[in-house]
């Protein structure tokens, strides 16, 4: 008999756990899963270079991999603190038979992106596809106990980047370009407890939308990908959420449990594809476990 969608991965109770930030993939138990053994490659990001935000682990580190199976040489971005982190995956796309560069630094402040421009096209020759993917996320219960600087590093990592970003990289891409951002569920529908971080959700859905419109007639299609819950090292590190939650996570879910990252991934790659989603610009495609309306 076929599994079921809701029993192919991983279910909770995991084990009662916390992170120290930004987390470190291979301390979480059970470990996300990312190869993504049944999915097969076709060459459908021959000869590209993509540069991944937050490709160290969870889902960019699924993206990184999968872009490397279907043909492309990628460069990630992490924090010095997830270097280890960072060399699995590297390791991972020369498997895939890729090219991979890190480059370290925080995306909070503003050269970081020019280095991570540069650098890919110095090192890599070129760039193709953009992924904006990394985050920083906690939760909060009470409003008034939210930091000015906690609510200033949550946009500056999750939305100036993607403007930062985009803006150094613009010089670079040429017609047939991509350029797409990891969105939220609670970007679509709130999250009380998760005020900041679902306002950079927010915004990320909107300015995709926006970029989308100023960038077609230059030929590059700008597009999101929103989640719903997903076992990445960003959850358990993220210091308002108590150990028992995260070993809770995603079980709310219609699903019955949080996505793994290699259950994400491969929507980037459908969206980075020409051969796949030429017609495709302006889209946030939710990708929410079954969730099938916003509130």
């Known amino acids: 008999m ?41 060459g459908k990001l021959h000869g590209k270079v993509a540069l991944i935000t937050g490709g160290d682990s969870g889902i960019g ?13 990628v460069a990630i971005t992490a924090l010095p603190a997830e270097r280890s ?7 991972a796309i020369a498997t895939e038979g890729g090219r991979c560069i890190v480059v370290e630094g925080d995306l909070a402040e503003r050269d970081f992106s020019r280095t991570c421009v540069d650098r890919t096209v110095a090192e890599l020759g070129r ?40 803006k150094d990289a613009l010089p ?9 951002a990891t969105g939220s569920q609670t970007g679509v529908a709130g999250s009380g407890p998760l005020p900041a971080y679902s306002s950079t959700k927010g915004a990320i859905h909107t300015l995709t939308k926006t970029l989308s ?5 230059r030929g590059i299609r700008v597009n999101c990908v929103a989640p719903g819950p997903v076992w990445t090292p960003l959850n358990a590190a993220d210091t308002g959420r108590t150990a028992k ?30 051969a796949d989603s030429s017609y495709i610009t302006g889209e946030v495609i939710n990708v929410l476990g079954g969730t099938t309306t916003a509130g």
């Open 2 to 42: 076929t599994a079921k969608p809701q029993d192919l991965e991983p279910k909770p109770p995991f084990p009662d756990q916390k992170l120290e930030k930004p987390g470190i993939e291979s301390e979480l138990d059970p470990k996300p899963r990312y190869a993504a053994p049944a999915y097969r490659g076709s």
């Open 61 to 73: 580190r699924a993206v990184a991999v999968l872009y490397a199976r279907e043909g492309a040489d």
């Open 85 to 91: 982190d960072a060399e699995e995956t590297r390791q």
């Open 127 to 166: 760039l193709d596809i953009l992924v904006h993917n990394a985050a920083h996320q906690n939760h909060w219960k009470v409003l008034e106990d939210l930091p000015d600087d906690e609510i200033e590093r949550t946009f500056r990592v999750n939305v100036f980047a993607y403007f930062w970003l985009v």
């Open 172 to 180: 670079h891409l040429s017609e047939g370009a991509v350029i797409l």
């Open 213 to 217: 419109q100023l960038l077609l007639d």
């Open 245 to 274: 939650e995260v070993g809770e996570f995603g079980g709310k879910s219609p699903m019955g449990r949080p996505a793994q990252p290699e259950e994400i991934a491969p929507a980037y790659v459908f969206l980075a594809s020409p």
